[in-house]
């Protein structure tokens, strides 16, 4: 597959499926919020920094589950965007590692998948992941769950 059209393909919007996030007014953010995106694709990486720091995020990235442990242990980031399928340490055991260490524990963690099975959901839930996010990403429904974490008392619309 071409890069270009990876890039383009990577992100969908639907309509029905999330409200349209420009109109509805964004809640001011007290400070920066970190989110740690984890992912061997630097294309993905790339693209979910550049919507991210649209909306005013501060991201740090990694491109394999040891380096994420090591990045969440050092700069405790409010939130981890997780790929499953990593050379190394995959998403399951960096997932199972983040969750056992007091360190990281607490820090919410959504994965992303392009295979959306739901035994794969069931031994994510299981091993302490907060959320799923299927690819291609729904650019409203990243940015909803994105929210919903980092903010667990807002409803989201």
Known sequence: MERKTFFNNLFTRRN???ADRRRKPRLPKARVMKVLVVDDSRTVVHSLRTVLEQDGYFVME?????TAIELAKTHRPDLILM???MPGLNGFQATRKI???????KIP???ISATEQPTEQFWLSKLGANDFLGKPIIRGELFTKVETQLSPDMVVA
């Not at 990694?62 to 040891?66: C, E, N, T, V």
């Not at 969750?99 to 524990?105: A, F, G, S």
């Open 16 to 18: 029905t499926t999330v």
């Open 62 to 66: 990694a491109y394999d589950g040891m």
């Open 83 to 85: 790929d499953v399928i």
């Open 99 to 105: 969750r056992k260490d007091p360190i990281t524990h």
């Open 109 to 111: 963690i959504i994965i």
